[in-house]
């Protein structure tokens, strides 16, 4: 149910505040104890920098210590190898070499460590070859290259050098001849620094080296013939112990009397504050009252601050009671505002819902009810789920989850199940409720019923389908055009008709034929001027071929959608209409020059006859006189014959009344009997006749004396359109498949407007006097039919009049 307003449940008020004399206590303890804190930390701070400095001081001196031990032991190193370096043992070494296992080698193995310092020792003579070491050498080459280099340098400095082991001093005490004061030999020695070290995390470096901040450095004091070294040890301050404790029980007494002084100002502040707080306490009492009960009036006193105590309070309870009156006001504006509210809600058709921020649906408008006949007041927060069809409900959940996340409005339509069981669409939308900081506290949701509007589009989107259906059936497309601003609105269909599909009337413009457009223009103009109806049928350009269209253009001038006026209008693509008149026409003159021509061809076999017929009616006729005239007549009924049977064979083919008696033969056979055939007549007019047959057998699937009648036809028309003396080639080979046959003339040819109905009915090129034999035009005609029935083609080419002409037959050959 929706909440009433200005009230919250008692489940979820939040926990009173402490009160404001305990408040003032702890604000006092907290502070008394901040203050001893503060001054006990500095003290603590003084304490430990007066320490810090001690440790300091201790470390430094420490460090200064092994620093020293360090020289020591160098010294003492350095003093006994001099020692050795200056014994006669040595000496004696460099003159008896048999003695050096009895006495020398013995000595040096005493000399493997100096103050506990391991030592590596060698005896060499002047060229730096060794002769004996302390049994703990470990001398590479670099090593050796190092102490020739001093040999003969003379230089008897230490240096420091990187080895396998880490850094290592070495150095070299020279044996020199008295005299001359050169090397006679060398006792050369290592040490490795590691050994040198007093603590394990000690280490050395060169004085000029820089140190870390944390480290604590001592020079080492080097004897007087190491000090070019100037080695510098330091170590890790935080590796040094503490010589000072930290004195805990001085801090923990310290913080004894801090608590105890904390706890003694808390409770004579919380006393104080006891007294100080009593009329608040009663107001305090007064605010927790209300709210209690109806709320009460504007008017009423029973809930009304009482003005008592001391002039704070009195004053605050006054701004209390001002604050309570306008809260009343509110209160009783809010309340008429939510009735109007429920009473919209629950007066309106569309299904009207509230949820919590979270989602929680907490209210349905009576009309939500009514169309999903559940009970009000009956449904939990969840129930809303059950009156939705299963298999949508995972779509809406979650386009209901995505706004909840989002905060954002959402709109959607689905099925809901209404008080009769049947599913209904509903278009719900759904947006938030935020506060002044933007937080969402409320979810207003609507829904409509738009199932007879879904139905009402449905049968809208089948009728514009079944009009733009028989539109394009019909080849025709609808606008509507604005005289004013030009803007055309058109069906969907208006590019099968224009080629293009345009918005505004200059751009239709273009595509009308330049000697239609002004027509148009005129027609237009007109019915803007005198209003009615206008039909005409210009031709057009199409914009996507550029082919010629004929147009049934019909136009209205009414009223639009809006009321304004404007021009209703319908094309009609009539030009296979046109076409048809055309070619209709074409026709019905073919066939009036059919039909002069036949009485022409009729008639001139006819006078031979007549002559014959009179030439017999004469008494002195003798038998040989008769028989050249009975040959006359015979030639002129073949003649006729020969017509008529032309006649009968495309009538035949065309009503598709003929049959080839297909089977394999040899095209060879077939072309030379063609044109054995058309010999007389390329005699007669002396022609040269070229024929180049093929080079090998060529086999196709067909009727003899139909193909025999095909290339015939084509010979004997290359005769009779070619001035006499001319040339005719024909050629029969195989490309790929096909078997390809040529007829190739030097002729009359054939024109350009001539050449693409060369193969219909009745179609004939200019008669000329040296073309007498004619035809009826059925030839070539009857040669494509012919050709088509055994699944071949025929294709006609000319450059042009005069530049004769060529004609391809293409037969399938049969495989293998």
Not at 53 to 79: K, Y
Not at 155 to 169: H, I, K, V
Request: glycine share 8%.
């Amino acid at each position: 149910m929706l909440r009433q307003f200005g009230k919250t449940p008692a489940a979820t008020r939040a926990a009173p505040p402490a009160s404001l004399s305990r408040r003032f206590a702890i604000a006092a303890a907290i502070l008394t104890a901040c203050a001893v804190l503060l001054i006990s930390i500095v003290s603590f701070w003084l304490i430990d920098r007066q320490r810090e400095q001690a440790n300091a001081l201790l470390q430094q001196r420490e460090v200064a210590f092994h620093a020293t031990t360090v020289g020591t032991n160098l010294e003492a190193l350095t003093t006994r190898l001099a020692e050795v370096a200056n014994s006669p043992i040595l000496a004696n070494a460099l003159v008896d070499s048999a003695g050096k296992e009895t006495y020398l080698r013995p000595y040096l193995h005493g000399l493997r460590q100096i103050n506990g310092i391991p030592l590596q020792l060698m005896f060499t003579d002047f060229e730096g070859v060794a002769i004996a070491d302390n049994g703990a050498a470990g001398f590479n080459a670099d090593d050796v290259a190092w102490l020739r280099q001093r040999i003969d340098s003379g230089d008897e400095r230490a240096a420091l050098r990187t080895g396998p082991q880490g850094q290592e001093l070495i150095g070299v005490n020279l044996l020199r001849y008295s005299r001359t004061r050169t090397p006679e030999g060398a006792l050369v020695y290592k040490v490795r620094l590691a050994d040198l070290k007093p603590v394990q995390w000690a280490a050395f470096r060169h004085l000029g080296g820089a140190g870390h901040a944390r480290e604590i450095d001592a020079a080492v004091p080097l004897p007087a013939g190491l000090r070019h070294l100037g080695l510098v040890l330091h170590e890790d301050e935080r590796r040094l112990a503490a010589p000072m404790v930290v004195p805990g029980p001085q801090y923990l007494a310290i913080l004894a009397i801090t608590a105890l002084l904390a706890l003694v100002v808390f409770l004579l502040a919380s006393r104080l504050a006891h007294g100080l707080t009593g009329d608040l306490r009663r107001l305090e009492a007064f605010s927790g009252s209300l709210g209690d009960g109806d709320g009460g009036t504007a008017s009423g006193d029973a809930q009304r601050a009482p003005l008592a105590g001391s002039r704070e309070v009195v004053s605050l309870a006054g701004a209390i009671n001002r604050m309570l009156d306008r809260l009343y006001e509110q209160h009783a504006r809010l309340e008429a505002e939510r009735r109007r509210f429920l009473q919209l809600s629950n007066n309106i058709p569309q299904l009207v819902w509230m949820a919590d921020a979270d989602g929680t649906i907490t209210w349905f408008n009576q009309r939500w009810y009514e169309f999903t006949g559940a009970a009000p007041g009956t449904l939990a927060p969840h129930d809303w789920r059950e009156f939705h069809d299963p298999a949508v409900l995972p779509q809406v959940a979650q386009r209901w989850n995505e706004a909840l996340a989002t905060g954002n409005t959402a709109q959607m339509t689905f099925p809901l199940r209404g008080a009769d069981g049947a599913y209904r669409s509903i278009f719900a939308s759904v947006a938030p409720l935020r506060d002044p900081g933007g937080k969402i506290v409320q979810w207003f949701g609507t829904g409509t019923d738009v199932s007879e509007l879904e139905r009402a589009e449905s049968a809208l989107r089948y009728s514009e389908d079944r009009l733009r259906q028989g539109l394009v059936a019909a080849h025709m497309a609808v606008w509507e055009r604005d005289p004013c601003t030009g803007a055309v609105s058109f069906s969907a269909n208006l590019h099968s008709v224009f080629g293009k599909d345009w918005h505004n009337v200059s751009e239709v413009w273009e595509l009308y034929h330049p000697e239609d457009r002004q027509m148009v223009l005129d027609c237009h103009a007109q019915v803007m001027r005198d209003g009615g109806d206008y039909h005409l049928t210009p031709r057009i350009l199409r914009a996507d071929d550029g082919s010629v269209a004929w147009i049934d253009l019909r136009g209205h001038l009414g009223p639009g959608i809006d009321g304004r006026t404007v021009v209703h209008a319908v094309a009609i693509d009539i030009t296979e209409r046109k076409r048809a008149e055309e070619a209709l026409r074409l026709a019905d003159r073919r066939k009036d020059e059919f039909l002069a021509m036949l009485a022409h061809e009729l008639r001139n076999p006819l006078a031979p006859i007549a002559s014959a017929a009179d030439m017999l009616r004469i008494a002195y006729a003798n038998e040989a006189r008769i028989k050249q005239i009975s040959e006359i007549v015979a030639r002129q009924v073949a003649h006729m014959r020969h017509l008529v049977d032309d006649l009968l064979d495309v009538s035949r083919v065309t009503r598709g009344l003929v049959t080839v008696a297909r089977k394999p033969l040899d095209l060879g056979r077939v072309l030379n009997e063609a044109v054995e055939q058309s010999r007389p007549l390329v005699d007669a007019r002396r022609h040269v006749l070229s024929v180049a047959p093929p080079s090998g057998p060529l086999t196709v699937d067909g009727d003899h004396t139909r193909l025999v009648q095909v290339v015939a036809n084509l010979v004997t028309n290359a005769a009779k359109y070619t001035p006499e003396g001319g040339r005719i080639d024909v050629t029969l080979a195989a490309e790929d498949t096909q078997a390809v046959l040529t007829v190739h003339d030097n002729g009359s040819g054939i024109g350009p407007d001539l050449l693409p109905v060369v193969f219909d009915l009745f179609t004939q090129g200019t008669r000329t006097l040296d073309r007498a034999q004619g035809g009826l035009g059925l030839g070539l005609a009857l040669v494509r039919k012919l050709v088509e029935l055994h699944g071949g083609t025929v294709t006609a080419a000319s450059p042009g009049p005069g530049h004769g002409s060529t004609f391809t037959v293409r037969l399938p050959l049969l495989a293998g």
